[in-house]
Each structure stands twice: as structure tokens, then as C-alpha cells.
């Protein structure tokens, strides 16, 4: 038989392609779910047991979560990478992680095909494939649904005729959770002028007093919430159920598909959209102007590849060197108050806090120069506008 590694969710289109290909195309199917913080143990073993239910002779869940960190999420916080300075590319970003366990899983069972569940729709299919046909191009890549155009109602009807039976209800709203946040699809995101309603977020609101926190950043990344020391992804899944019970970070994004479409998809990131921000805070205050003009160009690219598949770009690897390099200094407690739907950036300690009073206070006094000092330094830089002033001010 033909070794084929299957990327399983335990979804519809997933599960028909574990009972299609091991029943019609005698392919030896070998599930394999990556974990990037989306499922818990109880669904993890649900999993399974379809998986293997539906002709699947082995199953394997891979823990990606500390992967997903330290290859993406560090990068996209150093970055402050927000795509359409809104959308913290919260699921978008686990499918390159997703891919290359995939390829190293199949890798290491011999597998000469795998397949995946994706449609010809969307954006999952280009970021699957682009990370298969780079670093696994001797592997062949199957997927049904995309290249028979299965419907919905299709895909039902054949597990129903060879006695699968499960519940296939659509759900009103789809929901795909991970460690960097929850995408939430509806009706509604499929329109251009209707909101989601506050019921079709995951965390609905449960607190209402207002509660400080301080976050603590050392070299950019989050290494304690209210001075509890933990790993970074121990403080994002302790930020995220603090703040998610405030029901913060709801948002929908409107942006372009790879395939050249608009789509808008809504989501639920209260930690990713609270780091981020309290990041970009403490950066300010601790890098140079030039800096964060740099980082905000770089940031954005970074976003925008990953978001397109391009991850194994090594122009990916130089931007990861350079956003790295100028955490050096980005260390320091950010204050933050929760209140119902929204958070406040209340300021920041840091011993590398360039608000330096020594020197001066913006549009007070100066300690550093004198009005002489000033009055040269404005002259010489209005030199360039005077020059083009006195060319041009009789030519036009």
C-alpha cells in the first residue's frame, strides 16, 4: 500500500479524506494533527478515535506550541506585526508551523504522499503546498476536495453511504483557536456592512471591575504577568484567560486573500492585542526614532510574507536577525488596566527609558544646551528648505 500522511483536524473535509483515500484510493493512511495551542487533551483523544475510526491506521498528535513560538509568535511581537494595523495574524501564521511538522512526520514514517483537506478558495491551500513543494518536493501532495470541487453536502453523503455517521451539522459559526488567538467566521463576515454578534465570540464578558496588570518584558519578549515568572507561552495562555473574561480583543479584519480576493473574518485576541501593544509602548520609550521607523517598515514585511506562505524566504532569517537585534534594550514593566471590551496602556518602568530627565523635558527646559545652541541648530537645519526656497520661488 502507499504510505500517505493525512493532516487530520477530525473536520469534515478531513475526515472525508481519511475514509476517501483509504477506502477508494487503498492509500495506508497515517493521520497526523499539529497542536499550536488549539485543542485540549479530551479533544485531542476524540480525534484520534475518528481518525482511526475512519480508516486511519495510525494517529499522531504533534505538540507545536513552543515550536510556534520560538519560529513565529517572538517575531510577530518584535515586529508589533498587526496586518492592516489590525489583525494579529492569529491562525494565518500556524500553518507554516503546522506544515514542516508534517513534512518531518512523513519524513520519518517513509511517507511518499500527503494530503490535506483544504479547498481551492482560500488561502491554507498556498501555504500547504508552498511549504511541501519547498523543503519535501519528492513528496507528492493529494487533496481531494480541492481537486474533485467537493461540496459541503458531497463530502456528507459519501461518509453517510459507507456508514459514517457522525453529526455534520455546520455550526453557525466556525471558530479556530490557537495559541496567538481565535478566528471567528459567520454569515455575517461573508457581507461587507454586518457585524458579528457579541454571542458568536468564544469568551463572553464575566468581569466588569476594572483590574491593573503589569506586564514584564525582558529583551522584547514576556517573561512574567504581575510578577509571576513563567515561559513566554505560559504568560500569553495566563493573559489570555485574564483578559478574554474582560472580552477584549474582538475585532474583524478586512484584507487580501493570496488568491487575490477580499475576505474579512473576525477574531478574538485579547493577549496578542494586549502584548502588542504594550510592546510597542515599552519600545518607544527605549529605542531610538530610526530604529522604530526601521522595525515598523520590517515589521510590516515579515507579516505580509508569512501571511502569504513565503516563510522559508531567507529574506525571513535577516529580518528575524535584525528584529532580534534591536530587543537588546526592550526590557522593562508595561502597566495595563482591563476594563469591559477594551484595555488602557497606563506607562512603564525601565531602566533603558530614553525620557531621561538629565537631559531635558519635552517643551519645558533643558539642562543640555543653551538658547544659543538651539538657535544654530534651527538654522543650519532650515538650510535645505532655504536653499529650495530661494531656487525655485521665482520659477513656477
Known amino acids: 500500500m502507499k504510505k500517505l500522511v493525512l493532516a ?12 476517501y483515500l483509504s477506502k477508494e484510493e487503498n492509500f495506508e493512511v497515517h493521520a497526523v494533527s499539529v497542536n499550536t495551542g488549539g485543542f ?16 486511519a491506521i495510525s494517529y499522531t498528535s504533534i505538540d507545536a506550541i513552543a515550536t510556534f513560538y520560538e519560529k513565529v509568535v517572538k517575531y510577530l511581537i518584535f515586529g508589533n506585526v498587526l496586518r492592516n494595523n489590525t489583525y494579529p495574524l492569529s491562525v494565518s501564521a500556524e ?18 504522499y500527503i494530503a490535506h483537506g483544504s479547498t481551492g478558495a482560500g488561502n491554507d491551500q498556498v501555504r500547504f503546498d508552498m511549504i511541501f513543494q519547498i523543503i519535501a518536493p519528492e513528496i507528492e501532495i493529494i487533496t481531494p476536495i480541492r481537486d474533485n470541487t467537493l461540496s459541503r453536502e458531497a463530502e456528507i453523503a459519501y461518509l453517510q453511504e459507507n456508514g459514517v455517521e457522525y453529526s455534520w451539522e455546520k455550526a453557525k459559526y466556525s471558530i479556530n483557536k490557537g495559541l496567538w488567538g ?24 464575566e468581569k466588569e471591575i ?6 514584564t518584558f525582558d529583551k522584547g519578549e514576556l517573561v512574567a504577568v504581575d510578577g509571576e515568572k513563567e515561559s513566554p507561552v505560559v504568560n500569553i495562555e495566563k493573559l489570555s484567560e485574564i483578559a478574554s473574561k474582560y472580552a477584549i480583543g474582538r475585532d474583524i479584519h478586512v484584507g487580501d486573500t493570496i488568491i487575490g480576493i477580499k475576505g474579512r473574518v473576525g477574531f ?3 493577549a496578542p492585542l494586549i502584548i502588542i501593544k504594550a510592546h510597542h509602548l515599552l519600545e518607544k520609550h527605549t529605542l531610538s526614532k530610526w530604529q522604530q521607523y526601521q522595525k515598523e517598515q520590517l515589521g510590516n514585511f515579515y507579516g505580509m510574507l508569512l501571511h502569504e ?14 528584529l532580534t537585534d534591536t530587543q537588546k534594550n526592550v526590557s522593562g514593566d508595561v ?23 538629565s537631559f531635558g523635558s519635552y517643551g519645558e527646559m533643558n539642562k543640555g544646551w543653551t538658547a544659543d545652541d538651539a538657535k544654530g541648530f534651527i538654522k543650519i537645519l532650515s538650510n535645505p528648505g532655504k536653499i529650495a526656497n530661494h531656487v525655485n520661488k521665482n520659477i513656477e
Open 8 to 19: 487530520y483536524s477530525g473536520g469534515l473535509d478531513t475526515s472525508y479524506c481519511a475514509k
Open 40 to 55: 485540549t487533551e479530551i479533544e485531542i483523544q476524540e480525534i484520534e478515535e475518528k481518525a482511526l475510526q475512519l480508516g
Open 95 to 112: 500553518r507554516i508551523v503546522q506544515a514542516i511538522e508534517i513534512v518531518t512526520h512523513a519524513r520519518k514514517i517513509g511517507a511518499e
Open 182 to 205: 481565535t478566528s471567528v467566521g459567520g454569515d455575517e463576515t461573508l457581507t461587507s456592512h454586518l457585524a458579528l454578534p457579541g454571542e458568536a465570540y468564544p469568551s463572553q464578558l
Open 210 to 215: 476594572s483590574k491593573v496588570l503589569k506586564l
Open 268 to 270: 478574538e485576541a485579547a
Open 309 to 322: 506562505g513565503n516563510y522559508l524566504d531567507e529574506v525571513m532569517r535577516n529580518i528575524e536577525a535584525f
Open 335 to 357: 502597566l495595563v488596566t482591563l476594563h469591559p471590551y477594551r484595555f488602557e496602556l497606563n506607562g512603564i518602568n525601565s531602566t533603558h527609558d530614553l525620557m531621561n530627565a
